[in-house]
């Protein structure tokens, strides 16, 4: 059961922004296309991702089993907290989203938190800038985050390349 509940580290970073670019494809469908329906399934989307990974994620097994192999692209290995981090703050969001949805019918704030994580997928997606990351960092700086829950963020080989 532990294995099931473990979180992979260090991450691909090209897996992850398939991922993110997943994310983005159905928050447009929810915001764009109106099916508010899917908030339901980004939230566990993110439940799942911050609890095992890609292990219990749909998206995160067409992602890690299928997209990723296919590109035949050399791995990028990331820290993994920071972005376990990141799917934290999606399930914090996507999960107030489909409280305030469903639960009291809050579809406009629902929209609205929805936007924000279309923003933060967006950058990890397409520019390769983990907002969630970024902050998991500030945090570790600030000293709210101790140095041992991330030892591999202070691995110069683990780190993207400033030109990535």
């Not at 159905?26 to 989307?45: D, F, K, M, N």
């Not at 994580?117 to 985050?145: R, Y």
Request: hydrophobic share 55%; glycine share 10%.
């Amino acid at each position: 059961m532990a294995k099931l509940f473990a979180f992979p580290d260090p991450v691909d970073e090209i897996s992850a922004r398939l991922v993110a670019g997943g994310v983005v494809a159905l928050t447009l469908l929810i915001l764009l296309g109106g099916q508010t329906w899917a908030i339901a399934v980004l939230a566990y989307g993110f439940l799942a991702r911050v609890a095992t990974g890609p292990t219990l994620s749909p998206l995160g097994q067409v992602v890690t089993r299928w997209a990723t192999p296919t590109l035949g692209l050399t791995p990028r290995p990331v820290p993994g907290a920071p972005k376990r981090f990141a799917q934290g703050i999606g399930a914090t969001l996507s999960i107030s989203a489909a409280v305030a949805h469903f639960a009291f019918g809050a579809t406009g704030l629902a929209l609205v938190l929805v936007a924000m994580i279309t923003v933060a997928a967006s950058l990890e997606a397409f520019v390769g800038f983990c907002l969630g990351c970024k902050m998991f960092g500030l945090l570790m700086k600030a000293g709210v985050i101790p140095p041992e829950v991330c030892e591999a963020c202070n691995d110069i080989s683990l780190r993207r390349p400033a030109n990535a």
